[in-house]
């Protein structure tokens, strides 16, 4: 593990530490449903050598109708051992560079327990830019024991942002596209109104990285984002999406920000957004 508070690390350090023993890398890549080729389909095209497959859908509970909601610790370290990583691992997970699911992966890492775990900046993107080797197939580790316990801290649940909209004594901080905030747009999940958490902020994720790099901006640029977005730092976040992956991009980037204590809403607006869900605001903050 880098000795650096930083959650990311870079290509060149995952290079150099790719074969240790104790390095576990994850391909967490994620689509919006429907949309072609599926992400386990192009990660079996080409990966990082020796990642795992890490499928949001799959490590969530079954027995939720939203999308992708958080699982029991039980399952969680069921699955995480699955795939080969265990309690002592380091883990570096990465996405094909989109930034949407390495940090929910990574959100979700250091909720159940494991802090041994880092972003590569830039992901799959920037890895092959640079001419690294990809390998193609299934990779099938052994599985081991992965302890896991749920710090319920670090999500937040519908009841509890109704709760908060009366004092506001959380800020929610929106990823979603502008337009989608604004209920300019119609949601991509059929079936959800349109607008925002009233008293809401927004701060689009694709903001906070270089769309043609892959890598994640700067801590100035990444601090002037939000501040330009009407938040606090120094007061309690909040952050929400679509449906609780890519609002993770935003806590990633708080964190490298020294931003602790912040929570993920795991509902967010496929949950909010819902014909019978609370009340909606539209139109611009």
Avoid at 25 to 36: N, R, W
Avoid at 180 to 187: L, T, W
């Amino acid at each position: 593990m880098p000795a650096t508070n930083d959650p990311l690390v870079s290509t060149e350090w995952l290079a150099a530490h790719l074969n240790d023993p104790d390095v576990k890398v994850i391909d967490a890549s994620f689509k919006m449903p429907g949309v072609l080729p599926l992400p386990k389909d192009d990660y079996l095209a080409a990966h990082i050598p020796g990642a795992v497959f890490f499928d949001v859908d799959a490590v969530s509970d079954h027995s939720n109708p939203l999308p992708h909601m958080f699982p029991s610790a039980e399952q969680f370290g069921r699955d995480v051992g699955g795939l080969g990583i265990g309690n002592a691992d380091t883990v570096v997970l990465y996405d094909a560079g989109g930034w949407v699911a390495a940090p929910r992966a990574w959100w979700m890492l250091l909720s159940f327990g494991h802090t041994k775990v880092r972003v590569l900046n830039g992901g799959l993107k920037k890895w092959r830019a640079e001419g690294r080797n990809v390998e193609s197939g299934q990779v099938t580790p052994k599985p081991v024991n992965f302890r896991a316990a749920f710090d319920a801290r670090r999500t937040r649940s519908m009841q509890q942002l109704i709760e908060n909209l009366a004092g506001r004594a959380e800020q929610v901080i929106d990823a979603r596209a502008n337009e989608r905030y604004q209920g300019k747009v119609a949601e991509p999940r059929a079936g959800l109104r349109s607008g925002h958490i009233p008293g809401s902020l927004s701060l689009p994720y694709n903001n906070l990285f270089d769309a043609a790099t892959g890598t994640m901006r700067s801590t100035d640029e990444l601090r002037a984002a939000f501040l330009g977005a009407g938040v606090k730092l120094d007061a309690p976040i909040v952050t929400s999406c679509g449906s609780g992956v890519s609002a993770a991009v935003l806590t990633l980037a708080l964190y490298r920000l020294g931003v602790r204590g912040s929570a993920l809403y795991d509902g967010s607006w496929a949950e909010w957004g819902l014909p019978d869900g609370p009340v909606v605001a539209t139109g611009p903050a």
